[in-house]
């Protein structure tokens, strides 16, 4: 993971003698239990001054949609989808595909003007694989970003099209059977 602590915000004319480039990095694994790691890189590189932004696309139950962020720090704000649970199936009633909708438009206005320089997107493969966010809006959200945010994309089905894209793949896997 990558942690830029003199990162441009917004229009910012901070001139270095190198271009920052953002990287794109895939956390993948057959199990869902690897987002703490990724979340304590994150809490690091939030503590050292880079302002970062978690978004979990599939995770609900307590009131943290994108309008009320839990904000951990100064320098990290976590969202969730707006919605009483998690979502486990591609069939949503139309309150809870306009409350994903929601927060996929958000999120991607908000790392389009520059706000944060670490973006992860949370389970975003299977929401793409559920037929809930369309990959070719990854695809060109991931090619339009300001060219020095980070962005982290976690889940278990990870199309190709993303993996042929990253700079960076973790794969994370069991080294014994339990």
Avoid at 32 to 50: K, P, S
Avoid at 131 to 148: D, G, M, S
Avoid at 159 to 169: E, G, N, T, V, Y
Wanted: glycine letters at 6%; charged letters at 20%.
């Amino acid at each position: 993971m990558v942690a830029q602590l003199e990162t441009p915000r917004g229009n910012s004319t901070l001139s270095l003698p190198y271009n920052l480039e953002g990287l794109v990095q895939v956390f993948t694994s057959t199990h869902r239990n690897f987002f703490t790691g990724v979340m304590a890189q994150t809490l690091r590189i939030a503590g050292q001054g880079t302002p970062v932004l978690i978004v979990q696309f599939l995770k609900g139950g307590i009131r943290q949609g994108h309008d009320r962020p839990i904000q951990l720090g100064q320098n990290l704000d976590w969202i969730r989808c707006d919605l009483p649970r998690c979502i486990d199936t591609a069939q949503l009633d139309d309150v809870e595909a306009e409350s994903l909708e929601k927060l996929w438009q958000h999120t991607q206005k908000v790392v389009c003007e520059g706000k944060y320089s670490l973006v992860v997107l949370d389970e975003l493969s299977l929401a793409i694989s559920f037929n809930l966010i369309p990959e070719a809006e990854v695809l060109a959200f991931l090619t339009k970003r300001p060219n020095y945010v980070d962005v982290i994309l976690t889940g278990t089905e990870m199309p190709k099209s993303i993996l042929d894209m990253a700079d960076q793949i973790t794969e994370i896997r069991r080294s014994h059977q339990p």
